[in-house]
């Protein structure tokens, strides 16, 4: 056979070939695109990703937040040319072309003073036009920005969607307001529970330790450092979280300030499972359950009586209970604490409820058992994973002394 025509064969193989890797190609291609979705399916997953991108963004309000990252998701959310956010202070963030800003500013005013979206068209810019729409940012009734959109022709589905956002970015500001007004009512109710820590106590615990300045310095000094430790831990201000080991530590500082005073009236047990120590719970969430009993628990009672603490491992969870048999409480009185009765009543086991109940869900609040004469037993139980929430590290300082780490003359725990 002539080399010219071995050639044209060879060709034509490679050319076939060819042809066959295309068309396995473009199939593969179809296939894939498939796998992805229909275009319905893949515009409506876009959306909502880009809503999910700005909205963290959004959290902190118009003017706090991150503006800029906020408006470049919102820019590819709308398909518009140049948008602009403006602040409730009339401050406006680009995404675009920064020639707009002034008419951004003027548009926006126009917005939230009517309180509709209002449209302009052929707004000169040097020498070109454009349209544009702006759109009032209503969070919870109050003008909190507005949202311009530009684009060279301001249709009415640019329109009926620039009001769309607007009201989701509303919606976003309200949610972010709604966090910092949880963050200031957790707060709240931390300083509630640090003001449990009444002059009454103080004024008990002080006045053990001076008994015992003559007759035993060495535990009038110790008695003293335990007294540092509780309230420095008692209030601290940072951490809205910390951990089983730390709160025991807490209530062993306590307890010892409070035996020192009940002498041998007061016994205490407990029961620590060592797998939960690490478990993070709310700060100040049971060491209050430890002083509900001996406020409203012994004090009452003749002859003092005995508080036991158990932390066990319930699988996914930590159970920890105090229980006490002192002299109970009128459940009456109890639900009424527990619903939002009297400041005074049982403030310690209404605050801690409502934190356990907010951080973890209803089915997490405190489960009391108790009646008149018959004692009081509380329960808590919590999660033993929390991803995303951290204890705050608590200095060695802060740490109550142990036979194996006692304290050196100065007072410090030795290492």
Known sequence: MPESMLLAAAAGVVAGALAVGVVILLRRIVVASKDLGTDVEQATYQTLHLASRAAKHLRGGIAEGDAVKAGRHLRALLGCETLALVGPAGDVTVEGDDAVRAVAGRLAAEARASGRPQVQRRIGLGERETDAVAAP????????????????RVRAGLVRATGEVADWVAAQVELGELDASRAALAEAEVRALRAQISPHFIYNSL??????????????????????????????RHGDFTTVAEELRSIDSYLK???????????????????????????????????????????????????????????????????????????????????????GEHVGLRNVDARLRQVYGDEHGLVVETNVGAGTLVRMRVPKSQPGRVAASAGPDRLAATPDRPRDADGRLEP
């Open 207 to 236: 006045n053990a330790i001076a008994s015992f300045i003559n007759t035993d310095p060495a535990k009038a000094r110790e008695l003293v450092l335990e007294f540092a430790d509780f309230t420095r831990y008692s209030f601290r």
């Open 137 to 152: 940012i209503l969070a919870s009734g109050v003008p909190a920005g507005a949202i311009v959109a530009f684009a060279p």
């Open 257 to 343: 300030l409070e035996r020192a005073r009940f002498g041998d009236r007061l016994t205490v047990t407990l029961q620590i499972a060592p797998e939960v120590l690490s478990t993070v719970v709310p700060f100040l969430s049971i060491q209050p359950l430890v002083e509900n009993a001996v406020r409203h628990g012994l004090e009452g009672k003749e002859g003092g009586g005995r508080i036991t603490i158990e932390a066990s491992d319930q699988g996914a969870f930590a159970e920890i209970s105090v229980e006490d048999d002192g002299v109970g409480i009128d459940p009456a009185v109890l639900e009424r604490a527990l619903a939002g009765g009297a400041p």
